[in-house]
């Protein structure tokens, strides 16, 4: 049973980190040959192509982590390995928290239906309010790397005292809950600003259908689909960020059970879920990529169907 649940798991796995790595690198390829080709790039592509590139790296580092941490019982290993995978994992990470929330707020600003004079203001300044967002999250970047440094240092001291392997074993298995536990501290920020972007959204939605009520007799004008559309883009990243955080954690304290602890297999797919899915969320909810992607489906088609008879 366990053999066969295992199987499944790494199944999944690997079908979730090959298609990541495909979504992902074909938003950042396209972004980049348009920039290439029209000497520009907007500002949602910018983040765009910066999220997919960080995404690339976490989700390396994330297999890397889910797939072989738990075989690195050497001590003297583990020193190097820790510092290593903790500084790929937190920087990876942090930056597709906040830039998939930078995107967010770029969302917020340019679909919500606001006359205060700070969302106005806001709103018209739109490049500054992404400079602060990536300087506050560097920011935290920085204190988030310093206090897991210092969490891995304790606990190097730890081992360094007591020299018995069981006890080394013991604590190995605290290591990445260190690693998880630092780095989900610092990216509560970014995930309650894009709940706080979600509410704001749903209540401008609200404003403005009970506005267009009088107004005309359908409700599906242009303003409602790109209310939706962004609502539908928030609540994917909201819901697989809580789906990964909870899998992380899950898995992480799972090595305190025994082997018959079925969701040690499962929540690395969880896990694995976030900058892979969400990342196909966003090439459907962007026009510029979702046509692309169906240019080069029905290429591909093409060519298969084409290289048929040449076969036979």
């Known amino acids: 049973m366990n053999a066969a649940v295992q199987m499944i798991s790494v199944t999944i796995l690997n079908v979730e980190f090959i298609t990541g790595n495909l979504w992902n690198g074909f938003i950042a390829l396209v972004n980049i040959m348009d920039w290439v080709k029209r000497r520009k790039i907007s500002s949602v592509d910018q983040i765009l192509t910066a999220l997919a590139i960080s995404r690339i790296i976490l989700l390396w580092s994330l297999y890397i982590l889910a797939?072989?941490?738990?075989?690195?019982?050497?001590?003297?290993?583990?020193?190097?390995?820790?510092?290593?995978?903790?500084?790929?994992?937190v920087i990876s990470n942090h930056f597709s928290i906040w830039l998939a929330t930078i995107l967010s707020i770029l969302?917020?600003?340019?679909?919500?239906?606001?006359?205060n004079s700070i969302f106005l203001y806001l709103r018209w300044r739109f490049t500054k309010v992404v400079s602060v967002a990536l300087l506050v999250s560097l920011f935290l970047l920085f204190l988030n790397i310093l206090e897991a440094e210092i969490q891995i240092a304790l606990w190097m001291d730890q081992v360094k005292a007591n020299l018995s392997f069981s006890y080394k074993l013991k604590n190995f298995t605290h290591?990445?809950?260190?690693?998880?536990?630092?780095?989900?501290?610092?990216?509560?920020i970014p995930f309650t600003m894009s709940m706080t972007m979600f509410f704001l959204l749903i209540f401008s939605l609200w404003k403005h259908l009970k506005?267009?009520?009088?107004?005309?007799?359908?409700?599906?004008?242009?303003?409602?689909?790109?209310h939706i559309k962004v609502l539908k883009t928030v609540v994917a990243f909201l819901l697989l960020y809580v789906i990964f955080t909870f899998s992380l954690f899950v898995h992480l304290w799972s090595y305190e059970f025994e082997e018959k602890f079925f969701f040690k297999y499962f929540c690395p797919v969880g896990v694995i879920a976030?900058?892979?899915?969400?990342?196909?969320?966003?090439?459907?909810?962007?026009?510029?990529?979702r046509q692309t992607s169906l240019l080069v489906l029905s290429l591909l088609r093409y060519k298969i169907q084409g290289c048929g008879p040449l076969g036979l």
């Open 211 to 226: 506005k267009i009520k009088y107004i005309a007799k359908s409700s599906r004008d242009v303003s409602t689909t790109a």
């Open 107 to 115: 969302y917020f600003l340019k679909i919500a239906n606001f006359y």
């Open 274 to 289: 976030f900058p892979s899915l969400h990342s196909y969320v966003l090439i459907m909810g962007n026009s510029k990529l």
């Open 67 to 89: 797939s072989t941490f738990s075989l690195y019982l050497d001590a003297e290993v583990t020193m190097k390995t820790v510092r290593l995978t903790n500084l790929t994992w």
């Open 175 to 188: 290591i990445p809950k260190i690693l998880a536990s630092t780095n989900t501290i610092f990216t509560l």
